[in-house]
């Protein structure tokens, strides 16, 4: 687990409020969609797909903001329901994690537990950075999770 600073980022992005407990669902009836969109609308992906969380807790019925975004190399306004936006740069606390998402929350649990050791104090924000993606539980994914420190 490390520090580092992100750098800003053009994101084509669908924004919602949702749970813990209906990420997938909510990632279930958007990614294709974003993908589709973003085909059509002659756009380049610049990274991988990133999750981001502002106002997240451990309560898996406790509604956050989430944002479900394509980094993208050229912006072009278009007739689109997904929007277009700068994702600012963030100090984070970073770690990468192998295998399925449903044991995810395992990781993040530790993170913070780290990070106070550490002495960082989070912020609001998190991001998850999808490297490598198979499916849900595909002990293959390469998840890097970025929580916002101060």
Do not use: W
């Not at 294709?32 to 002659?42: C, I, Q, T, V």
């Not at 606390?93 to 960082?120: A, T």
């Not at 998850?128 to 993606?133: I, P, S, T």
Request: hydrophobic letters at 30%; one cysteine or more; proline letters at 5%.
């Amino acid at each position: 687990m490390n520090t580092k600073q992100t750098s800003p980022k053009k994101i084509f992005y669908h924004a919602t409020t949702t749970t813990l407990d209906q990420i997938n669902k909510v990632a279930l009836e958007v990614i294709e969609d974003m993908y589709h969109e973003a085909k059509n609308l002659g756009l380049e992906e610049e990274e991988p797909m990133h999750f981001i969380y502002t106002g997240m807790s451990d309560d898996l019925t406790q509604p956050f903001h989430l944002e479900i975004a394509l980094v993208v190399k050229n912006p072009k306004e278009g007739n689109s329901k997904y929007k277009f936006r700068e994702l600012e740069p963030i100090r984070v606390f970073n770690s990468e994690y192998k295998g399925g998402l449903q044991d995810i929350g395992q990781r993040f649990e530790r993170m913070m537990k780290e990070m106070s050791v550490k002495g960082f104090i989070p912020t609001n924000e998190c991001r998850e950075v999808y490297h490598h993606y198979e499916k849900f539980d595909s002990p293959n994914n390469i998840t890097e999770i970025q929580l916002g420190i101060h």
